[in-house]
């Protein structure tokens, strides 16, 4: 049958022994390094570990060997044949999405299985036969309890993002479900690092694996990417209004702001509506209707700003974006160099920017020491600044429009009348000033309080001010203490971790839950990793966990109308009882 597949001489997918129907199907001809390495190796059905961030190519390093080898297998069947695991459910509408592409031409069916949504679909999808299914771990494990996953007939498993479903809390899920899954699958890893808690997973579960580390290709020496990195130290209240400021004077023509929560990202749309923006929303709460709306409005450049939780836009390719604003200051230092990657390509100038609090200033320190560069830390604008910019921009709007000279007769009829009561110059300053004000009014605009000195160098060794890499204290192992029928006076016994604050979660040992159901969700719904969260106390009937204190409440809103272990669980700030 692929005998009769034409496909180009020069692509150089064909020399790696793929099936010309997938070939047919790929819209570039030149394999990644990671590609070119895997490839072969997986079509002759090795184990294989691969260290490979994200932009390396990996999705189809995995996806094109096992489909061939799917599609050319003697012994295909009506079951599920190949199990890839990945953190989130975005990247299971996209990892799913890539694998159909390439699938189609051969007939392969692909589904993406993930939490937050009804059951019926997927089990009804399942139950018909799918050949492919792409699933974050939590919803996978609960289908094979619930008997609705069959694995028996599972081939290959694929991890990826392995160390992230790690952070997450899915590592006793993965566990679990590998051992499920039959002796004589081919198994695959990729991570972005790799730590000894990763090599344990592959040691216990890959068989004398290849061995691959592939490095993102570095541009050329005229496309060396050029982007100027600065960081603004502002209070936490004074976020919103300093996050305007920036941008009334960077004036982005396409920038993506993340941010840690839905409400957050809301609000942050809503408000710079206010100032004249044209921002869209990008967010776990949207339905892939809307999110593949909100992206095409974007790429086509009917807005100008991309609102986005980090879970939201992982994976998204846009290309000539000129800003890359952080709200929060990322967790992880791989984050932050995935983002800012996003501009200054193909030699173009591109800015980063960063809105730290003082207490965030430590993870700032973290991110240029094992980014090796230097973060320029700079002052919010004044008022007198952004009144001087904002009339450089009105010069340069009315010198446009004069050499345009494309005026209507409604305004030259109006511009008569004017004439009549007052003098010409006059009427042009008004309207240089009305244009200028962008539809605000002078007195709104106020200087916003800088962050003193000595604050700064409080905070620059960790958080509160106490060095060292950001020691939450208490069980940062997340091992639970049961506190049985004695209820929170044990559980909150514990002091609180400087720099934390603790977070109740009224769900507990009774709902079967355990620090993986925590941690998993919080990573989910906030974005918070797991490494970075602090001690776990759980009870019988409800639990304590420590997160960062300068994110307490925004987890508490991102956790709202949760669900763990199917029930709605109420989250608020904990509140010890009077004694």
Known sequence: MSDSVTVESTSGFLELGLDPRIIKALNYDTPSPIQRESIPHLLEGKDLVGLAGTGTGKTAAFSLPLIHRLANSPNKNRGTSILVLVPTRELAMQVA???QTYGKPLGIDVLAVYGGTGYGDQ????????????????????????????????????????????????????????????????????????????????????????????????????????????????????KLAALGRILDMEMPTSAIIFCRTRTEADD??????????????????????????????????????????????????????????????????????????????AGREGVAIT?????????????????????????????VELRKKR???????????????????????????LEEDFDVRDVALAAAK??????????EEKDIPAVSEEKQRNNRSGPGGQGGSGGHGGNREGRPIRSGEQDRKRA?????????????FGIGFDANVGPRDLVGAIANEAGIAGKDLGAIDITDRFSLVEVPQDVAAYVVEAMQGTRIRGRKVNVRPDRMPKS
Do not use: C
């Open 97 to 99: 999405k890539a694998m």
């Open 123 to 238: 089990i009804r999808s399942i139950r018909r036969g799918i050949d492919v299914i792409v699933a974050t771990p939590g919803r996978s494990l609960d289908l094979i309890q619930k008997g609705k996953l069959p694995l028996n007939d599972i081939t290959a498993v694929v991890l990826d993002e392995a160390d992230e479903m790690l952070d997450m809390g899915f590592a006793e899920d993965i566990e679990a479900i590998l051992s499920e899954t039959p002796k004589a699958r081919q198994t695959m890893l990729f991570s972005a690092t790799m730590p000894p808690r990763i090599e344990a997973i592959a040691s216990r579960h890959l068989q004398n694996p290849v061995r691959i580390k592939v490095a993102r290709e570095k541009t050329a020496h005229d496309e060396v990417p050029k982007v100027r990195q600065q960081a603004y130290l502002i209070q936490r209240q004074n």
């Open 268 to 345: 942050l749309t809503e408000m710079l509506s206010h100032r004249g923006y044209s921002p869209l929303a990008l967010h776990g709460g949207l339905s892939q209707e809307q999110r593949d709306r909100v992206m095409k409005k974007f790429r086509e450049g009917a807005a100008d700003l991309l609102i986005a939780t980090d879970i939201a836009a992982r994976g998204l390719d846009i290309k000539h974006l000129s800003h890359v604003v952080n709200f929060d200051v990322p967790t992880q230092a791989e984050a932050y160099v995935h983002r800012i990657g996003r501009v200054g390509r």
């Open 355 to 383: 809105l730290s609090t003082p207490r965030e200033q430590w993870q700032l320190n973290t991110i240029e020491r094992e980014t090796k560069q230097k973060i320029e830390i700079v002052r919010i604008p004044t008022v």
């Open 391 to 417: 009339l450089e921009k009105t010069a340069g709007d009315l010198r446009e429009l004069l050499v345009k000279a494309d005026f209507s007769d409604d305004l030259r009829a109006m511009l008569g009348s």
């Open 434 to 443: 009305l244009l200028s004000q962008n539809g605000k009014t002078e007195t």
């Open 492 to 504: 909150g016994a514990r002091p609180t971790a400087k720099g934390m604050a603790k977070i109740y």
